[in-house]
Structures are given as structure tokens and as C-alpha cells.
Nanobody, 114 residues
Framework: QLQASGGGLAQTGGSLRLSCLAS????????IGWFRQAPGKERELVASVRSDGTTTYADSVKGRFTLSRDNVKNTAYLQMNSLKLEDTAIYYC??????????WGQGTQVTVSS
């Protein structure tokens, strides 16, 4: 099970750090992804990391967001800097299990205001 947290309200140009706490599984065995879904838009993958540490970012967040893992805490993070209004969305973390993204939890709301 995965629990995303850390969302909230931020101003444009500000920062937030999201956390994804795993229970019942060891995160570093899996591909981890951070997704977001804004109102009226499709869910999009913004960042992912493979078990070998290779990270990939959507063009819209490249250079601003950083995905990292703490294997001791069994937690993944999404550091979001230089936030923009268009970053407003519900953010979800997930892992690939059996070839599919498996754990769609409640997510955490990020709201960016000017």
C-alpha cells in the first residue's frame, strides 16, 4: 500500500515536497511513479524512477521537480520547485506491479496560487 502526502497550498515560484510512504512492500524493488490529475484533464505521469535509480521526467516539470527515494524509510519523494499555476492537481504515487500501475490511492492535493 502507498500513502501520498505533503500537498498543500503554495504560491507561484514556491516549493513543496511530496512523500510516498510504502507499507507491506519494499519500494526500491519497483518502478515508482508520480502522477497528477488536474480538473478536466487526464492523469499524467510526471516522474518515474527505476530500481537502478534511472529517473525520467515529463517535459513540463523537467528541471523543476526531483524524484528521490529513501530506502531506509521506504519512502519516495517528489521535490517540486518553481511551482506554476498549472502544477495545481491531485498528485498520486504508484508502482508497477505485474506490468501495470497498481496502487491508486487518494492522492494529495497541490494548489498553486499567484
Amino acid at each position: 500500500q502507498l500513502q501520498a502526502s505533503g500537498g498543500g497550498l503554495a504560491q507561484t515560484g514556491g516549493s513543496l515536497r511530496l512523500s510516498c510512504l510504502a507499507s507491506g512492500l519494499t519500494l526500491d524493488y519497483y518502478v515508482i511513479g508520480w502522477f497528477r490529475q488536474a480538473p478536466g484533464k487526464e492523469r499524467e505521469l510526471v516522474a518515474s524512477v527505476r530500481s537502478d535509480g534511472t529517473t525520467t521526467y515529463a517535459d513540463s516539470v523537467k528541471g523543476r521537480f526531483t524524484l528521490s527515494r529513501d530506502n531506509v524509510k521506504n519512502t519516495a519523494y517528489l521535490q517540486m520547485n518553481s511551482l506554476k499555476l498549472e502544477d495545481t492537481a491531485i498528485y498520486y504515487c504508484n508502482i508497477i506491479l505485474g506490468g501495470i500501475w497498481t496502487y491508486w490511492g487518494q492522492g494529495t492535493q497541490v494548489t498553486v496560487s499567484s
